[in-house]
């Protein structure tokens, strides 16, 4: 009947040719049902990786925002410890100036810790905090203006904070601290031109006035970082903030 098929005896029967033709038949069925099973388990593969890649996503969402949450806690935990022994240390006053400001043993160095921690942004705020304990301290503070108050208070003390521009430096503390002051001071003497100046007495020298503003300030300040940079300096103390620092910021 042809190459594939033969008659006899009348059964049908399949040739050589026709063996071959069904065992490629039968193999290109199964390759083809293999290739649509291998589709089908690819896709649901596919479906799986896309599933866990969300999951994976939404894992690492989680634990960022766990960690931006611990880390938080920590910042505000330390920042809030930092604040109180400033404000503890304020009132163990070495000088006591006539006109306000004093020689404290080390309040500035723990204000200025927070952004040595942390960075600018919440050193700035944790002085701005300081500055309001400060202000009502002993039952508040001398009041000429609300000017003379964010000079003498809200910017001397968030200048503070500027310690955190160095958080990142060699030598990032004594840097920090340094620059601190020195603007915590600026302002204080900008503050006693600007306002305490027309309320000295009558008697006072007039060629003073340029020059006592920044003897006044700086003095006091000045006294201050020498005897904090001395205890910073010392080995021992030195290595503990640094390990205060990566305890703090782990």
Known sequence: MSKFVTFEDGYYFLTQPGMIALLVICLILVLALALVRTKSELKEVKSDLKANKKQIKADQKQLKEETKRRISTKQT???AVALAL???LSYVKLIDMPFGGSVTLCSMLFVTLIGYWYGPVIGVMSGLAYSLLQLFQDGGAWM???MQVLFDYVFAFAALG???F????????????LVAVFFRALFNTLGGYFFWMDSMPEEFPASLAFIYPVVYNYGFVIVEALITVVIISIPAVKAAMKRVKALASE
């Open 162 to 164: 500027f310690s955190g």
């Open 166 to 177: 160095f958080c990142k430096s060699k030598n990032g503390l004594l840097k920090g601290y």
């Open 86 to 88: 400033a404000f503890l």
């Open 77 to 79: 935990v330390f920042s």
């Open 144 to 146: 000429l203006s609300p």
